[in-house]
T-cell receptor, first 114, second 114 residues
Framework: GENVEQHPSTLSVQEGDSAVIKCTYS??????FPWYKQELGKRPQLIID?????GEKKDQRIAVTLNKTAKHFSLHITETQPEDSAVYFC?????????????FGKGTHLIIQP | DGGITQSPKYLFRKEGQNVTLSCEQN?????MYWYRQDPGQGLRLIYY???????QKGDIAEGYSVSREKKESFPLTVTSAQKNPTAFYLC?????????????FGPGTRLTVT
């Protein structure tokens, strides 16, 4: 089955700096890669996603890049703010479209230092 | 708030007892999912259902059972056969396989078994 590795497990950055979280996946058939943000005790919420026919996608301060050849994708957050502090999860869809569920990385705890 | 409800928010049970977690959605979504989250871990797929009266095992189905008798409901039973049932359980839904990829999560049920 699919295996998703996520790094780092904890990331501390100064407010205003950029943060980058990286994930690798194992199943070359995967074609959907979402990123979720989870605040303490809350539900995960989708912040951005990318499909395999696109190399990069941007939404204001958040961007995701995908390298299908190397089987890795990354989340980039620019101009970080205190409200960006949370746990971020990457995921991959082994069957395409997420129909068979998602395989998640173990998460990155992002800490924004004032 | 996303149209997916889970009840109760907190659940306490004695070891050896079966317990059923509720998940209801009014989004008219075809697909529904159950994930388990442990501290410091990503989400792991337990069961999923793409259509009424049909469901599939995920990566960690042992010790769990589900039913999908109605489109809007996907209850999860944690049986006494589950070795480590204490966890945060999250239900999710998506519109339909092939039509939309995004999974929407419920608020979760935190189960404690002693």
């Amino acid at each position: 089955g699919e295996n998703v590795e996520q790094h780092p497990s904890t990331l501390s950055v100064q407010e205003g700096d950029s943060a980058v979280i990286k994930c690798t996946y194992s199943d070359s058939a995967s074609n959907y890669f979402p990123w979720y943000k989870q605040e303490l005790g809350k539900r995960p919420q989708l912040i951005i996603d990318i499909r395999s026919n696109v190399g990069e996608k941007k939404d204001q301060r958040i961007a995701v890049t995908l390298n299908k050849t190397a089987k890795h994708f990354s989340l980039h957050i620019t101009e970080t703010q205190p409200e960006d502090s949370a746990v971020y999860f990457c995921a991959a869809s082994p069957s395409g479209g997420g129909a068979d569920g998602l395989t998640f990385g173990k998460g990155t705890h992002l800490i924004i230092q004032p | 708030d996303g149209g997916i409800t889970q009840s109760p928010k907190y659940l306490f049970r004695k070891e050896g007892q079966n317990v059923t977690l509720s998940c209801e959605q009014n989004l008219n979504h075809d697909a529904m999912y159950w994930y388990r989250q442990d501290p410091g871990q990503g989400l792991r797929l337990i069961y999923y259902s793409q259509i009424v009266n049909d469901f599939q095992k995920g990566d960690i189905a042992e010790g769990y059972s589900v039913s999908r008798e109605k489109k809007e409901s996907f209850p999860l039973t944690v049986t006494s056969a589950q070795k480590n049932p204490t966890a945060f359980y999250l239900c999710a839904s998506s519109i339909a396989p092939g039509r939309s990829y995004e999974q929407y999560f419920g608020p979760g049920t935190r189960l404690t078994v002693t």
